[in-house]
């Protein structure tokens, strides 16, 4: 029976093995192909199949470089130096860097050390990926509109001199996202807004900056506005009367989700004239006042969200 066991556990790592080289194999071959066509950076190969005589180790590199050594050290990295599970494996500095041989022989010869400048975007993105990529976040980095636009890991993140220590940010945010979406900032400057600038929920609450599987890199479907439900679970319902649009076309149909000049972050001025615009036919007689727009609709209908007792939205 153990023995099974164990045998059933090898071959799982076997396989797995087997996929991961396979798949690096595939990685370095389509990475050599754009090197060899582009030329575009003359830095030594990053995970190239290097023999073990071309990794010196880190304490060597430290030897020159104690800066680096203790700020990787002090910071959440420090796992690369481990001599547990996968630390040998991961060649401490080299991890990133790559085979560091050539670079020492050569007396600090930086051409012959992978330094992380000028080289394309993609290829920092692979390198750092090779350790993250497991990460069920981070996965979908590549296909992120991020990715696309040319940002990698390092326009975000600083290994040796971060600012946010914890999450080795060049910056914290909502600042770091703002350096490039200044519209977004006027959002968050207007009278009404999530209290993102304050600090009481950030981008990431709805966002992810590694990119999803949703539009605008949302964490959930905005349609179904399960991003919205995380803080505003009373809204959810399911309500014995609905009302419609908010199940058919979402919170966006009447708010926006960043600020507005309009209270209640709505999408027009007046309550009314929001209403109006989908209950145009209402008639201006009966149970309401003869002039539509003296009184807010929302002071008779309050349950605008949905009711359970009310087929009227009232209570
Ligand atoms: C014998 C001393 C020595 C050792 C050992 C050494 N380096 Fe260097 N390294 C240097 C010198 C000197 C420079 C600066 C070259 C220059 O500025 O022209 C340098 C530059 C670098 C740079 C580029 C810095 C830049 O400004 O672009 C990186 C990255 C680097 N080293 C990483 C490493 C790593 C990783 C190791 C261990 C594998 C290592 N070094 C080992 C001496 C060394
Ligand atoms: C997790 C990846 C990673 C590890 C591990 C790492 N580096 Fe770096 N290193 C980088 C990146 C990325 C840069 C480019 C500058 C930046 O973005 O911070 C860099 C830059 C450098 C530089 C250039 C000067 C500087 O500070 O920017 C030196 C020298 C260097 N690293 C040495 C080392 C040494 C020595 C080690 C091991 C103690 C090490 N690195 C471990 C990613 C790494
Ligand atoms: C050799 C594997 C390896 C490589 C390559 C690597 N990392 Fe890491 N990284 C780790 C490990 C291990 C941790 C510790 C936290 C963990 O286990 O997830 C970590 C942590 C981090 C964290 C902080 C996570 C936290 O919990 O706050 C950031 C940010 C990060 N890495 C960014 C990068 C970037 C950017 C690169 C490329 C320049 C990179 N990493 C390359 C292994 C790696
Ligand atoms: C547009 C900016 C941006 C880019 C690009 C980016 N990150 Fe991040 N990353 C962040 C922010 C912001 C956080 C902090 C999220 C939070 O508040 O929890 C973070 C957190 C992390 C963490 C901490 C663990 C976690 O998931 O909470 C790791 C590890 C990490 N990033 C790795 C990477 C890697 C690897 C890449 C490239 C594939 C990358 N990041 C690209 C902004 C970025
Ligand atoms: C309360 C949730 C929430 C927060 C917090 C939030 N967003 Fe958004 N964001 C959304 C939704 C929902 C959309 C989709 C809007 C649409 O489809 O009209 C969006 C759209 C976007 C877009 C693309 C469309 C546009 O308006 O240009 C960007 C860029 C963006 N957000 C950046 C940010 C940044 C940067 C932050 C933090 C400073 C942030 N968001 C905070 C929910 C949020
Ligand atoms: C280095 C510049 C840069 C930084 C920093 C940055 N972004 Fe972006 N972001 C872009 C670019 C470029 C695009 C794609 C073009 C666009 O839609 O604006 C983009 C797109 C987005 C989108 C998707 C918009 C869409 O239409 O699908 C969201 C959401 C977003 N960013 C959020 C963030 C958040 C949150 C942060 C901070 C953690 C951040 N960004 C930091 C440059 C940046
Ligand atoms: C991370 C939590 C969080 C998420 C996610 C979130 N909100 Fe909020 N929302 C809040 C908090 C907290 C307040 C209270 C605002 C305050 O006191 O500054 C608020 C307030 C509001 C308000 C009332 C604003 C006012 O002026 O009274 C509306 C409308 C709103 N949110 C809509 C949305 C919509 C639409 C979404 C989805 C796109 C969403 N929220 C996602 C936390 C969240
Ligand atoms: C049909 C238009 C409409 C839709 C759709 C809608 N809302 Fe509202 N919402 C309003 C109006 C109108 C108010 C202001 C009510 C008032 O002033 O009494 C409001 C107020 C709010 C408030 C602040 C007051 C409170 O009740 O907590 C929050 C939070 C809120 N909405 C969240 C949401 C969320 C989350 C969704 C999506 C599930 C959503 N709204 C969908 C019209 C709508
Ligand atoms: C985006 C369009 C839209 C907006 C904006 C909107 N509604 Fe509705 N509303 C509907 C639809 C569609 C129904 C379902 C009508 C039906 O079944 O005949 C509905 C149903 C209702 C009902 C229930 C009565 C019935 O006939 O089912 C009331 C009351 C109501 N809305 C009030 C309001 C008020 C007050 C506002 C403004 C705060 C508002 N609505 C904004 C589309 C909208
Ligand atoms: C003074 C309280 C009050 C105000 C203010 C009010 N309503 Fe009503 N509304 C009612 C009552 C009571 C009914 C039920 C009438 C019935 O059952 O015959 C109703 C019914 C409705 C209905 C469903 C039946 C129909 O007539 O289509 C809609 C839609 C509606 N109101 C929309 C609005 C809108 C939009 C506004 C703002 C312009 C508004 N109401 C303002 C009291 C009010």
Known sequence: MKEARILRRYSVWFVACFLFLL???QLMAARQDKKDAAQTTNQPS????????????????????????KNTEASPHYRIFSNTGRGEQWHGCESC????????NGGGDKTKIFTFKDVKPEEITARCMTCHEKNAEHMTFNRSVHARAGVTCT???????????????????PDLCYSCHQEIKAD?????????NEGLISCNDCHSAHGTNMPEQLRSASAQDAVCFKCHADKRGP?????????????QACHTPHGSTNPRLLTRARVNSLCLECHGDVLPSGPHPQNTKSQACTLCHVAIHGS????ILFK
């Open 155 to 173: 326009t975000c993140h600083s290994v040796h001199k971060p600012k946010v220590e914890e999450q080795l940010l060049v910056q914290k945010s």
């Open 23 to 25: 798949g690096a194999v």
């Open 239 to 251: 309500f014995v009367f609905e009302h419609y649009p908010v199940k058919s076309e979402g919170c």
């Open 97 to 104: 860097h790559g085979p560091g041989a050539a670079h020492v």
């Open 188 to 196: 968050f400057n207007k009278p009404f807004r999530h209290r993102v």
């Open 308 to 311: 359970n007792t009310s087929n």
């Open 46 to 69: 990053a995970t190239a199949a290097a023999d073990a005589s071309q990794y010196v180790g880190s304490e060597t590199c430290k030897g020159c470089h104690e800066d680096q050594f």
